[in-house]
């Protein structure tokens, strides 16, 4: 029987979604799993995969359409098979294809300057081109666009990449070292905004208008866990070496599981308590932030947690999560740890009831027992939302995150 596939829901704020390119055509076959299609979200591209094995019977989209969230976008189905599926109207479906059509490509840059961005706001281009064309130091501006509406993609400048084109490489590397020399121009610069900062700014005006914030500092004794780390990488090759925030992510979510309250959401007059604990993670990707989320992670081992939030950051760079990457987190984590940061605070991610911010762990002079001795500290800050939970409970939260933190074997026991 032939399936119908929808535009995802990616976070619950996710509203619609471009469908930037059918990866199927009508007629090819497709296993349960393979990318049917790719999405351009808030957040970023997004790979569709088919819920089916079958033939792709019918695109009910085109390529270059603004699609709302669970709104049909294909049939698979066994070969020959009949579909009766209506087309999208007008008023659940937008397309962008007339405005596109209508729209000249970016012109060439007549000189690349070394002080231009490498990826200009008025360029239309898909997340992973610009994270592409920012490595390599290239003027996207400078590229003709191949995918809908002239927007540039990343063959798109894998070709200028391969081609070697003066035109569109950057000329960064061979300016003389006066370029660090302060700016003469005094002229105001306008960047337009992308959509995911955009989404981001919506969430968190949101977040602190509608969300009552409390917080709760605690510096932790990090010496044990440091040193289990350095045994435990000692035995990983360096591309399975554990992190200090992995094992802060497991630490949180055995912590959760005593603290129930603090791993839920508010609803009208009611707080739901999530049964699982998903803990989300904040990814530094182009443009802004991103949480991907390791679901379970209380029952999950060290190894892989780390292994699922390495995987997970870097399709988020790449622009190419999958909707299970970011979705159905219960409480978020924020690691600036590797930014040399002392403490911080961060605001809720809703619906959640909380969010963990971490700082360095730094090797500093401690006082024990009266005398001065070297030791290892990092201070974490809990936001929570007070019409869920209280300072006490926040406190007694942190201090049970200490049991772990400073006593690191017992989240292997």
């Given amino acids: 029987m ?35 299609a790719e999405i351009e979200t808030d957040k970023a591209t997004v790979e569709v995969e088919s819920p089916a094995s079958g033939v792709v019977l019918q695109h009910i989209v085109e390529q270059g359409t603004v699609v709302p969230v669970n709104a049909p976008i294909a049939v698979v189905g066994a070969a020959g098979e009949k579909v009766d599926v209506p087309s999208a109207t007008p008023s659940k479906v937008e397309s962008r294809k007339s405005d596109a059509a209508v729209q000249t490509p970016p012109a060439p840059a007549p000189t690349p300057q070394a002080s231009a961005p ?20 290239i003027n996207l501006a400078s590229i003709q666009g191949t995918g809908p509406g002239g927007r540039v993609v990343r063959k798109d400048v894998e070709a200028a990449l391969s081609s070697n084109q003066s035109s569109v490489i950057g000329v960064q590397s061979a300016q003389p070292i006066t370029t660090y020399q302060l700016p003469t121009s005094t002229e105001d610069k ?30 932790y004794k990090m010496d044990a866990l440091m040193e289990m780390r350095k045994q435990a990488n000692a035995f990983l090759p360096d591309n399975e070496k554990l992190s200090v925030n992995d094992f802060i992510v497991k630490a949180v ?26 803990v989300g993670v ?22 892989q947690i780390s292994s699922e939030i390495k995987a997970m950051a870097a399709r988020a760079r790449e622009g190419k999560v999958k909707p299970e990457d970011v979705d159905g987190s219960t409480f978020s984590t924020s690691n600036l740890g590797m930014y040399d940061v002392d403490e911080f605070i961060a605001i809720i991610n809703p619906p959640e009831a909380a969010i963990l911010a971490i700082g360095s762990a730094k090797e500093v002079p401690v006082v024990e027992n009266g005398q001065i001795k070297t030791g290892w500290r990092m201070k974490a800050t809990i936001s929570v939302d007070h019409r869920v ?21 017992r989240m292997l026991v």
Wanted: charged share 25%; hydrophobic share 45%; proline share 5%.
């Fill in 2 to 36: 032939a399936e119908t596939i929808n535009m995802p829901k990616l976070g619950f704020d996710m509203a619609e979604g471009m469908l930037v390119r059918w990866v199927k055509q009508v007629g090819e076959e497709i296993k349960k799993g393979e990318v049917l």
């Fill in 118 to 137: 490498a990826e200009s706001g008025f360029v239309k281009a898909s997340p992973l081109a610009k994270k592409i064309a920012r490595d390599h130091n």
């Fill in 190 to 219: 306008v960047v337009p905004t992308t959509k995911l900062r955009q989404a981001i700014g919506r969430r968190l005006v949101e977040s602190k208008q509608t969300i009552p914030h409390f917080y709760v500092t605690h510096e």
């Fill in 253 to 278: 979510a055995l912590a959760l599981r005593q603290f129930p309250n603090l791993n839920a959401t508010i609803k009208g007059s009611e707080i739901i308590q999530f049964g699982h604990v998903n």
């Fill in 282 to 303: 904040a990814v530094t990707v182009p443009g802004g932030l991103m949480t991907v989320v390791v679901k379970d992670a209380d029952v999950k081992p060290m190894r």
């Fill in 389 to 409: 939970s209280d300072g006490a409970e926040a406190a007694q939260f942190m201090q049970k995150l200490a049991e772990f933190l400073e006593n690191p074997v």
